[in-house]
């Protein structure tokens, strides 16, 4: 298995333009989980979805960031716009349900908003 | 506010000597509790666990401490290598399909 994939690896981008980070999460894990690692706050948890469906989205911290799971394969969390605040790496993270406590998580995408 | 604090930013020791990384928590609804380890540019990768039930956890070099009564557990490294340098991230979770809440990160800096 490839694990968790993310991309793209690095994103630079201008204050105000649209950001979308994607996902590919293990093959017949159910859960997925968007995560942004900062300085300040480590590693603080934006959305989770099982089986496509978003569960909680308290962490998700304006109306700018949004995420979609529109099936079992596939993720995307998009920032609109974009602020230089946002800089940060955001990571996905998959689990299965059934067995196992951890979750697995990708490279990460390391955002720059310029 | 934070449920889980790891409250030192940074850790050096000497190759060969423990390292020992702290956690505290605040929510007494958590069951169980993980290590996660993070290298520069890659994402975290699972270390080791504890149940809420136990007060510890072994896998070779590394131990896991839990005292329930003071919310507090940690991680013992022994001996400590050059290749264990790196960001470890304390996590808990309240039930077995809820959420991980992580700590900051302590970064661990281990000297030849």
């Known amino acids: 298995d490839a694990g968790v994939i993310q991309s793209p690896r690095h994103e630079v981008t201008e204050m105000g333009q649209e950001v979308t980070l994607r996902c590919k999460p293990i093959?017949?894990?159910?859960?997925l989980f968007w995560y942004r690692q900062t300085m300040m706050r480590g590693l603080e948890l934006l959305i989770y979805?099982?089986?496509?469906?978003?569960?909680?989205d308290s962490g998700m911290p304006e109306d700018r960031f949004s995420a979609k799971m529109p099936n079992a394969s596939f993720s995307t969390l998009k920032i609109q716009p974009s602020e230089p605040r946002d800089s940060a790496v955001y990571f996905c993270?998959?689990?299965?349900?059934?067995?196992?406590?951890?979750?697995?998580f990708g490279s990460g995408t390391r955002l720059t908003v310029v | 506010d934070q449920q889980v604090k790891q409250n030192s930013p940074s850790l050096s020791v000497q190759e060969g000597r423990i390292s020992i990384l702290n956690c505290d928590y605040t929510?007494?609804?958590?069951?169980?509790f993980l290590w996660y380890k993070k290298y520069p540019a890659e994402g975290p990768t699972f270390l080791i666990s504890?149940?809420?039930?136990?007060d510890k956890n072994e896998d070779g070099r590394f131990t896991v401490f839990l005292n329930k009564s003071a919310k507090h557990l940690s991680l013992h490294i022994v001996p400590s290598q050059p290749g264990d340098s790196a960001v470890y991230f304390c996590a808990a979770r309240t039930g077995a399909n809820s959420k991980l809440t992580f700590g900051k990160g302590i970064t661990l800096s281990v000297r030849p």
């Open positions: 979805f099982n089986n496509n469906v978003p569960i909680d």
């Open positions: 504890i149940s809420s039930i136990k």
């Open positions: 929510n007494s609804m958590f069951d169980y």
């Open positions: 093959s017949g894990h159910d859960y």
């Open positions: 993270a998959s689990r299965a349900s059934a067995g196992g406590y951890g979750y697995t």
